[in-house]
């Protein structure tokens, strides 16, 4: 077991939104966060995002090893960019979530990433959750409350995530610990940039919209919002997650509508399904942190303030790095699994008691 006092983790995550490999170093003991230190970032070719996006929503046993290279070798080269790392935080590329079904799935091999980086790594953060009863996700929530706690924080705040599905962190500062009953609250709210960046791909060939400006340039249409806030999803008491393309329909919704019109609409459709889900928090929070791409998309965040009852700001007003605070989520989780202390509880994934998750494996 690691020892007690702040040690230098290295966190990685590539997310759905298969942009590229994020990493980030991070001073801590697992509970508090002492330092953060330096970062880079590994974006996916054009090739290779192919490569990973026709490998989504496959499982253990498909024919995986052209995406495995390309998750391997990735993350391979931007964590070896890095020394002083006492242990690595690996993810993996998630290609399929069903945590009530087949399970969760992230791929790559922690193990081979140990041997080449000569440094134990630590991975396969979700499968104990998911076979526990969880959801699996979203895991980020111990770290917002270390977060929360880091800026002084004494009111409840919300973490907003807006990665290629969106999720939300209510933290109660004033709880001891991130699994005492009360001091958290998280799920997935709906899709985010995913359906976005799929309806760029599809009719422009680019991979997103950047700074949202086709979104810009169009209209909400009103119907299709209206039939995409009928999902039942947003009546399903939290915690909940989603995969990435349980709402792959959005496209359907908007395949009528022009470019700009298209763009405006699904943007709406991912503040509201953030909206609906405001309404599941315990209690108003004081302000709505915003981490994730989708804070770089102005027409998103001008569509959250307008339909929330409280500051919605980028996470860099409080001195946080809203690029790499998922990597750095990850350094400080590999810590607690290293220390033997719980990474999800009830109140994050629904488990059904606070639990440790993370396989560590160690370079002969």
């Known amino acids: ?17 298969l942009d590229g490999v994020d990493a980030a170093m991070l001073l ?5 966060l002492v330092d953060f230190g330096v970062s880079d970032y590994r ?6 995002q192919a490569v990973l996006r026709a490998a989504l929503g496959k499982w253990p046993g498909d024919d995986l090893d052209a995406a495995l290279d390309v998750v391997q070798r990735a993350h391979a080269e931007v964590l070896g960019r890095f020394d002083g790392a006492d242990l690595v935080g690996f993810h993996g590329q998630t290609l399929a979530h069903d945590p009530k ?4 799935h992230q791929l790559g091999d922690g193990a081979a990433l140990a041997q080449a980086l000569g440094v134990p790594v630590v991975w ?4 104990n959750d998911v076979t526990l009863g969880g959801e699996g996700a979203p895991l980020a929530p111990f770290f917002h409350f270390a977060c929360a706690r880091w800026i002084g924080a004494t009111d409840p705040v919300a973490f907003l995530n807006l990665g290629g599905v969106g999720n939300l962190t209510w933290v109660d ?25 799929d309806l760029m791909m599809q009719r422009f060939g680019e991979a997103m919209d950047e700074g949202g400006r086709l979104a810009a340039q169009g209209d909400v249409v009103d119907g299709a919002l209206e039939l995409f806030l009928e999902d039942g999803y947003f009546l399903k008491v ?15 919704l908007v395949r009528e509508l022009d470019d700009a019109d298209a763009a ?39 569509m959250l303030q307008a339909g929330l009852d409280c500051p919605v700001q980028p996470v860099e007003t409080v001195g946080l790095n809203g690029d790499m605070l998922e990597a750095q989520a990850f350094a400080f989780l590999a810590v607690r699994v290293a220390r033997g202390l719980p990474t999800s509880c009830p109140g994050t994934t629904g488990v059904r008691a606070a639990v440790g998750g993370g396989e560590i494996s160690r370079p002969e």
């Not at 801590?28 to 508090?32: M, S, Y």
């Open 1 to 17: 077991m690691l020892r007690a006092e702040p040690v230098w983790a290295l966190g990685a995550m590539s997310g759905t939104s």
């Open 28 to 32: 801590t003991d697992g509970e508090r």
């Open 43 to 48: 974006p996916y070719t054009a090739a290779e």
């Open 101 to 104: 079904g087949r399970g969760t």
């Open 124 to 127: 396969d953060f979700r499968t």
């Open 173 to 197: 500062p004033q709880r001891a610990r991130p699994e005492e009953e009360g001091a958290l609250l998280a799920f997935d709210t709906g899709p985010a940039n995913a359906p976005i960046n």
């Open 238 to 252: 939290p915690p909940k997650s989603l995969d990435r393309d349980d709402f792959s329909l959005m496209l359907d």
């Open 264 to 302: 405006a609409t699904m943007t709406a459709m991912a503040a509201a399904a953030v909206m609906q889900g405001m309404a599941f928090c315990p209690r108003p929070p004081v302000r709505v942190l915003v981490t994730g791409g989708g804070r770089h998309n102005p027409v998103m965040m001008a």
